[in-house]
């Protein structure tokens, strides 16, 4: 690790107050201001001397007695509690720790084997004397953006405290352009809007009356990342870092002043969150860009994590893998043994009486299909879901019958598939549906885990399906965050890889503990199966959802027409096969699955191909072209090897994409590329495609043309 670490000054004069202290990022381009604004802790942000956060307010309102002043109120001038949040009555030290930081950390794996942390860093201190308490502001200030977080320092009037509402604002310059998800407390699974920012209103209150959002506190809620677009084409992308014991942060937007302001998921009892001192916040963030390509290659979420906190990281191996899944999600085998039990008690039911329906995915006989397909092609792993007891009462949501998971159905073999896919050397991946059962899983968790490291399962994909046990909580509270880091560290211990589905979405923990390998956290590709996701949907994702961390997508899928695998499927994929080869390049993830049963690839082997040669490790990205909602072109150079690949993605009109090779080194490369044929479309044609190889060198400009819904992909290898 190359590091550079220099204190360039710690002002004296502690109770001396400033009327404003600036900072400047590194290359000088972004310069932010805090001063205080009729006692309010305020912030600007500004990118080449053009405002891009305009005077935002910070601040909590804390949950307190009548007589006892909340942080972020004026409640001590008048002494009592009336809920306003007008975030008065501080001022600000004039002594501040300014701080410089440059270094290149090694990843253990990722989209580029190094990456370099760059900042200027201000702590500013805030102090409100009437209640003879203060908090700090730490604001760090990168090339790419501006990540800043609450500091709780244990003092005598502030020790332990529940949060009512953070009151962080992002005051956006105008009626700017915003590419958005609805808040919601329990899910990310929706399809992105692109519109400006006055518009949201009318646009969420009509997805609710047609029952197609569930956001949770307003009509104006939107989830991060969110992504942004001003008037004069920079680019903005408003998100969280580092979020560890402490509430998923969603942004309520007040559309009379264009202002976002931080909205928490509470807890069973309706409270934001539980602090004790000594504490911090989370990072908010505030990526900056020209470009959008800017965007895609900041790395400032990751960057405002801690280092990794695992000694040895020699048994975190990335990987492809295939799986008994799909065919559940198109309706064509079920997760559970059988639908007919004469009981279910927990540790009493009688399988032996239980009359199998001849659906069931997860048996012994069709998970060696499985790992002999995987072994064929190359593919490291098999998930198998749907192998263990609980699913058969699961689906009616009564919830008497949870999982244990360790149990297997009757017709499974644990030992049997152990001993055969590793003799064929293949692993197999476990999965872990808690159907919301959390403190159920807990208790399990260890035994769980123990079963893993038996059988010698690397990774588990775990599962929060449905509404959560206690009753009342939601997905992102605190009280759920503190449990999916509680999984991820308890596997650790145990040297199990992380894929969390239906978790909260990725703030860059990756960093601290690699082992979190994948997540979901948004709309995958299983939705193409429920009825079809827009065909544009994944030139999205680089942009916002992936933002924070790896995505377990689930590309792959060649057969679009669902109902030749499930006679009672109208549901169609909107996408073409060139499309999917794409976003193995495109959508990040070192624990990359290809989806689609064997017997579709195997119609297909020839693009089969490009899945199992393109690798899940890499040396360096290039993003080449990227429009979002339009299209994203990203080519990856292979790790330790010489090889490269690119993914172009595209969304719903068709377009002719320019490859600029020119991030090749000195040389010819042959070039094999896998593209739509001129009259491919999504919903008409998915299925054409060419593939063609050319002598290219890093001169070289190709023209390769992308239909509605589809893509490209290439693979580039030195003659």
Not at 190 to 219: D, H, P
Not at 444 to 473: C, R
Not at 528 to 545: K, S, W
């Amino acid at each position: 690790m190359k590091k550079f670490f220099l204190i360039i000054g710690l002002l004296c004069g502690l109770t001396t107050m400033a009327a404003e202290h600036r900072l400047l990022s590194p290359d000088g381009r972004l310069a932010l201001s805090v001063y205080t604004d009729n006692g309010q802790p305020t912030y600007t942000l500004s990118f080449d001397q053009t405002p891009v956060v305009l005077p935002s307010h910070l601040g909590l309102q804390l949950r307190g007695e009548k007589g006892r002043m909340a942080f972020g109120t004026n409640e001590f001038d008048n002494h009592t509690d009336k809920g306003h949040s007008l975030m008065a009555g501080f001022e600000m030290d004039e002594a501040v720790q300014r701080t410089s930081f440059d270094e290149t950390w090694a990843t253990v794996w990722g989209e580029e084997r190094e990456i370099r942390n760059h900042y200027n860093e201000m702590v500013v201190t805030f102090r409100q004397g009437a209640a003879d308490r203060y908090i700090q502001v730490c604001f760090r200030l990168f090339n790419d953006g501006l990540g800043f977080r609450y500091i709780f320092p244990q003092q005598r009037n502030l020790n332990y405290f529940v949060i009512e509402e953070e009151l962080t604002e992002f005051a956006m310059p105008g009626d700017i352009t915003a590419y958005w998800i609805p808040g919601d407390y329990d899910t990310q699974e929706y399809e992105y809007t692109r519109c400006r920012l006055s518009e949201i209103r009318a646009l969420q209150e009509g997805a609710r009356k047609a029952n197609l959002s569930q956001t949770a506190f307003s009509s104006t809620g939107v989830q991060t990342p969110v992504l942004l677009k001003t008037d004069n084409g920079i680019w903005l992308n408003i998100h969280e870092a580092a979020l560890v014991n402490y509430s998923c942060m969603h942004l309520d937007l007040n559309d009379s002043t264009m202002v976002f302001r931080s909205w928490l998921t509470p807890d069973i009892d309706g409270t934001k969150g539980h602090i004790q001192t000594d504490a911090v916040s989370p990072w908010r963030v505030v990526m900056v860009g020209a470009t959008a390509k800017d965007i895609l290659a900041s790395r400032i979420v990751l960057n405002l994590n801690e280092p990794c906190k695992i000694e040895d990281t020699s048994w975190i191996k990335p990987m492809k893998y295939v799986g008994v899944w799909w065919e559940m999600i198109a309706g064509m085998r079920d997760w559970s043994y059988t639908w007919d039990f004469p009981s279910i008690h927990i540790g009493k039911t009688d399988y032996s009486k239980a009359k199998p329906h001849g659906r069931h995915g997860a048996t012994t006989e069709n998970v060696k299909r499985y790992i002999d397909f995987a072994a064929k092609y190359g593919f490291g792993g098999v998930l198998v879901e749907g192998w263990n007891i609980g699913w058969e009462d699961w689906f009616g949501n009564e919830k008497d019958f949870v999982y244990d998971f360790v149990t297997p159905y009757p017709d499974f073999d644990v030992e049997e598939i152990h001993d055969y896919a590793k003799s064929k050397g293949v692993k197999m991946i476990m999965h872990h549906e808690t159907s919301g059962a959390i403190r159920n899983y807990e208790r399990w968790l260890d035994t769980a885990y123990q079963f893993m490291n038996k059988y010698e399962y690397p990774a588990v994909k775990s599962g929060y399906v449905g509404n959560l046990l206690p009753i009342g909580e939601h997905h992102y509270s605190q009280w759920m965050v503190n449990h999916y880091q509680y999984c991820i560290e308890k596997a650790a211990k145990y040297k199990i890889m992380v894929n969390a589905h239906e978790a909260v979405r990725p703030t860059g923990l990756c960093r601290t503990w690699p082992n979190l390998i994948a997540n979901e956290s948004a709309q995958g590709t299983e939705y193409q199966a429920f009825g079809g996701a827009a065909a544009n949907h994944t030139t999205m994702l680089p942009f916002t959802r992936l933002i924070g961390g790896p995505m377990d997508y689930t590309p792959g899928i060649f057969e679009n027409d669902i109902h030749k695998i499930n006679p009672n499927s109208t549901s169609w994929c909107n996408t073409t096969i060139c499309n999917q080869l794409s976003l193995y390049v495109t959508l990040y993830s070192p624990l990359q699955m290809a989806a689609d049963l064997p017997q579709n690839y195997e119609r297909f082997q020839d693009a089969l191909q490009f899945i199992v040669d393109v690798p899940v490790e890499w040396d360096a990205p290039y993003y080449l072209e990227a429009e979002p909602y339009e299209y994203v072109t990203i080519a990856r150079k292979q790790k330790d090897k010489e090889a490269w690949f690119v993914g172009s993605t595209n969304g719903y009109e068709p377009r002719t994409s320019v490859l600029d090779l020119s991030f090749l080194p000195e040389g010819k490369y042959t070039a094999t590329i896998y593209r739509d044929t001129k009259d491919a479309h999504y919903k008409t044609n998915p299925q054409a495609y060419v593939i063609e190889k050319k002598v290219v060198s890093n001169k070289s400009k190709l023209k390769i043309f992308t239909a509605s819904g589809g893509g490209y992909a290439v693979k580039i290898e030195r003659n």
